[in-house]
């Protein structure tokens, strides 16, 4: 039904992403942009029951395609509204792009500055630590399992089995062990390199990594929570972190399949890699009270960012008041 106009669509996309690329946005960022705005251009093309143009364009055909979008999603997305959120600041800048490389005097302004999703203020949900106790001692049991297995009585046929065995749990341990003690985030991982490890400080490792916008920045974990891995990978001679037994590289959703498979086999209702990067940070304040640290460590532009973080529940609020007071009666 709208076969022209999503043609037309589809030529302002190929040149925006093409911009995004110029601007040394992050492969992330330009993959999101690009799933939300293909599937805006696909709704138009093929579900939407009206006919389309950029003159009759309402704020009701993006809402129309808030709900195709929550209807039809994968199940590495979700609908809650800090996404819907995210798809309608894709497709603002998008279409804002159109309205400075088009001839027409066309302006979207009106139509966005009303389209606002409000996003409730949520605590950041976290794995707790009797969970993450769980995951890391059948972490170290895999790891103890690997190196225990004797080839001789297995039926594989693979010489190679014990290694691979090896390999897979200490690259596990390694990468949960990353994620838990960073906060960094998922693709900020998958290009770090063991050789990047730089010891300061006696127990401190420092490495470099590419985080939001493509800009360079450090983070740290103790050398002592992997020193184990590290041996494991600098003996096989193994460089990248984030590697498939065949040396390819783990993306998201392949790490996501793997954490998932962990935290079923430790019955831990938990769900992703995000989440462990919550798991950090609440656990680095609830250690440190430094919140001007935590951004640091976050990269969080705002200060108001890492400040749910330091969101109390009533049971913390009621030991923190008979800290301050009880010794005065």
Same mark, same amino acid.
């Given at each position: 039904m709208n076969h022209l106009f999503a043609e037309v669509l589809r030529g302002y996309f190929n040149d925006y992403i093409s911009e995004l690329e110029d601007l040394s946005k992050s492969q992330n960022t330009i993959d999101s942009y690009s799933s939300t705005i293909s599937t805006f251009i696909y709704f138009i093309e093929n579900e939407h029951q009206k006919d389309m143009s950029f003159k009759n364009i309402r704020r009701s055909d993006f809402t129309k395609f808030l709900t195709y979008k929550s209807n039809n999603l994968n199940k590495h997305e979700d609908s809650k509204p800090a996404s819907k959120a995210l798809y309608i600041t894709h497709l603002s800048q998008y279409f804002e792009y159109i309205s400075s490389e088009s001839i027409e005097k066309l302006d979207f302004t009106a139509i966005f500055k009303k389209l606002k999703i409000p996003i409730p203020k949520r605590e950041p949900k976290g794995v707790n630590d009797e969970d993450v106790e769980k995951v890391l001692d059948y972490l170290k049991n895999k790891v103890l399992e690997a &190196?225990?297995?004797?080839?001789?009585?297995?039926?594989?046929?693979?010489?190679?089995?014990?290694?691979?065995?090896?390999?897979? #749990?200490?690259?596990?341990?390694?990468?949960?062990?990353?994620?838990?003690?960073?906060?960094?985030?998922?693709?900020?991982?998958?290009?770090?390199?063991?050789?990047?490890? &730089?010891?300061?400080?006696? &127990?401190?490792?420092?490495?470099?990594?590419?985080?939001?916008?493509?800009?360079? #920045?450090?983070?740290?974990?103790?050398?002592?929570?992997?020193?184990?891995?590290? &041996?494991?990978?600098?003996r096989n001679d193994y460089q990248l972190i984030s590697i498939t037994v065949s040396g390819n590289i783990l993306d998201r959703t392949q790490t996501w399949k793997v954490f998932s498979t962990i935290y079923k086999n430790c019955n831990v209702k938990a769900s992703g890699i995000h989440i462990l990067r919550h798991t950090f940070a609440k656990d680095f304040y609830k250690k440190t009270k430094d919140l001007r640290s935590l951004q640091a460590i976050l990269r969080h532009v705002s200060i108001n960012t890492t400040m749910i973080y330091a969101a109390e529940n009533d049971e913390q609020t009621q030991d923190n008041y008979l800290l301050a007071f009880e010794n005065n009666t």
């Open positions: &190196n225990n297995y004797d080839s001789s009585k297995s039926r594989a046929k693979s010489k190679n089995a014990k290694q691979k065995k090896q390999f897979l #749990a200490y690259r596990n341990s390694l990468l949960m062990k990353m994620y838990l003690y960073t906060g960094i985030r998922a693709s900020e991982l998958i290009g770090v390199k063991i050789k990047n490890f &730089n010891l300061i400080k006696e &127990n401190l490792y420092v490495f470099s990594i590419i985080g939001k916008g493509n800009k360079e #920045a450090k983070a740290y974990i103790l050398a002592s929570f992997i020193s184990e891995e590290v &041996n494991f990978f600098k």
